[in-house]
């Protein structure tokens, strides 16, 4: 009886960290994508105890964001002539490390006609990660500002939130291509987007876990998969999605370790 309560009780204690699971769906060429890493700074000796990373205030916002490294090399121009679809070129030619065919996969230009600005095209690129939890938690995806680049980028990526929790679903990089006459260049291994969590507790870490898709959760993310085409607002379907969830979406793997995102720490000047 009392091992009983002592399980029930532990059960109801609130955790100390949030979990939040990730994983890689499609496993067609899946070695190319990265595990998600904690954001890391080569610091380098501090010269005064008062220097910037000693601030427990700037190291516990830089360790609550997940690197996504860019899977491929991809040099690309577009052109654009009004009256005619956008042309998107492979800059590389046949120097390029990726096939034709697979570029034309992997990257697709959006509609014109769902652009923000009629002359800044938008392009996405369905990534194959995956994150759930079944505490309440809210995924942001960010661009790579703790990164200085020195060739940055032509535009900019469009960030995106949603709950992890209710919605799992594929990350999508959509970037909008604001000077069309500079190439876009992305490099493999070089900091793509960040993620970073919110929770219900802020002051509570986030524990990064790789999560197996059960049958289950995939049935359930198969069923979110695609209503953006048949429905506006998908926030308006969230309710419904909750009644239809698994009682468990997050089954970590047991052969991999967790990652703790960010320790608590006193906010300090």
């Keep these: 009886m009392f091992d009983f309560l002592k399980k029930r009780l532990q059960a109801l204690a609130p955790k100390r960290v949030t979990e939040v699971g990730w994983a890689i769906a499609d496993t067609k060429a899946a070695l190319i994508w990265d595990d998600p890493e904690p954001f890391r700074r080569d610091l380098g000796r501090a010269a005064s105890?008062?220097?910037?990373?000693?601030?427990?205030?700037a190291v516990d916002f830089d360790a609550r964001h997940i690197v996504i490294r860019c899977p491929i090399d991809l040099n690309l121009r577009i052109s654009l002539e009004e009256g005619r679809a956008p042309v998107l070129e492979n800059a590389d030619g046949a120097r390029s490390t990726i096939r034709p065919k697979h570029i034309s996969q992997m990257v697709s230009v959006v509609n014109p006609a769902e652009w923000r600005h009629p002359k800044r095209p938008i392009l996405q690129i369905i990534t194959p990660y995956i994150f759930l939890s079944d505490e309440v938690a809210y995924i942001n995806q960010l661009p790579?500002?703790?990164?200085?680049?020195?060739?940055?980028?032509?535009?900019t990526l469009i960030s995106g939130r949603?709950?992890?929790?209710?919605?799992?679903r594929p990350l999508m990089w959509a970037f909008e291509w604001h000077d069309i006459s500079k190439n876009l260049t992305l490099r493999r291994g070089q900091p793509w987007f960040y993620v970073r969590f919110d929770t219900l507790d802020p002051a509570k870490p986030t524990r990064l876990v790789e999560a197996e898709i059960t049958p289950p959760v995939q049935h359930y993310i198969d069923t979110l998969s695609g209503v953006s085409n048949y429905?506006?607002?998908?926030?308006s379907l969230f309710e419904r999605a909750k009644k239809r969830r698994p009682a468990q979406l997050l089954v970590p793997r047991t052969d991999r370790k967790p990652t703790r995102l960010a320790a608590k720490c006193p906010m300090a000047a």
Excluded: M
């Design 162 to 168: 949603f709950p992890v929790h209710i919605w799992p």
């Design 144 to 155: 790579p500002f703790l990164d200085y680049q020195d060739n940055p980028l032509p535009g």
């Design 49 to 57: 105890a008062k220097s910037v990373q000693g601030c427990p205030a």
């Design 231 to 235: 429905v506006n607002r998908t926030y």
